[in-house]
């Protein structure tokens, strides 16, 4: 019949399009009584929503003819104004908003990846990255990292062995391994991506979610100090307002920028203009937005403390965990035999659910790791949830 038939249709490259793991496991944790560990959810209890409500009443009221109309690819001039007043030496010029820092990776995928590019990645990496670079059919370099992410000596080696297009780096509470990379290895990072000339993607999502210490140097203010035009910043307000907002922006070299401009004429035209005019409203109030990051940084750190806790109570002493500064989420390793895809499957059963390590790496290595997130789970839900996960890895382990 006619519908089946579209199985034949399919352009060559959607034989790179795979389902998304994390939102795979998401539709399955719907259940009630499910407990996961799965998506890297924001804390739905710190939406401002109230404040969204007012604030979206304010702008219907004053500008509702522009907050609904067609709006300019680039973006809401005065968000992209307020952006470029955060980033060193930045101007709106160089800010492109998308719809989600997800539709950015997309973009730049699409404007700086032919088949068979190569793209440096880090092991592991935010699988998301992979799955919007996959449609352009790369090439991945895998880079090995320490305690504080990418290892230069491994990094060099790879750029000295044949051109990398471009290197999608995480140094800010990674996804999926909550690392941190401190600042003499970003200076290092920098001078050596300058050296060889290859762009750095820089996607700094979770930059605002630090516990303790002050924030780092982001890529992008290190190279522009150097003289910049090396560092494409990728940022969203999916984890300091609400994801379902899908407001993020790229930041980079104006002809870069350019082409990601005319990339999203052929996407979307442009993001939503009401949800860019409603951000902007809530960013400028800088007393109340630096609250809203302190609510949210708080919390954080607090659900961290409390999955620390039942890691070390309900884990079998042969997983291993990196403790996170910052961010989301807690990255473990179990015995080289596990498989964690085996232990889902398990978990499940016993209605609890986590992200499988694998998907995150470009190299199809890291069976045995998982990604758990904190960001949106009460006390109960990890003591209870951990339980559940130690029991299904103790009979895995073939342990009572
Ligand atoms: C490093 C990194 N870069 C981009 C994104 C996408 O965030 P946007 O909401 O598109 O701005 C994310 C969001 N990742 C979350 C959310 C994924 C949400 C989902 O697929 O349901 C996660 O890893 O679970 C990220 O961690």
Redesign the pocket.
Known sequence: NLEASFEDRFAARTQRIQA?T??EI?KLTTQPGFISFA??LPAADLFPIDRIGEATQRILREQGAQALQYSTTEGYLPLREWIASRVPGATPENVQIVS???QG?DLIGKVLIDPGSRVLVEAPT?L?ALSAFNPYEPEYVSVSMDDEGLELGALEAALKARPVKFMYV?PTFQ?PSGRLMGLERRRALVELARKYQTPILE?D?YAELYFDGKPLPTLYALDHALGGGNVIYLS?T?KTLA?GLRV?WVVGPRPLIQKITFAKQGADLHSPTLNQMLVYELVRDGAWYGAQIDRIRQTYQTRCHWMLEALQQYMPEDIGWIVPRGGMFFWLTAPAGLDSLELLKRAVEEKTAFVPGQPFFADGSGKNTLRL?YSSASREQIEEGLQRLGRAIHRMLGRA
């Open positions: 998304s994390i939102r998401l998506g890297g989600g820092s997800q990776l935010y998301g995480l996804n996607d999502a969203t999916s994801p993020a997130s």
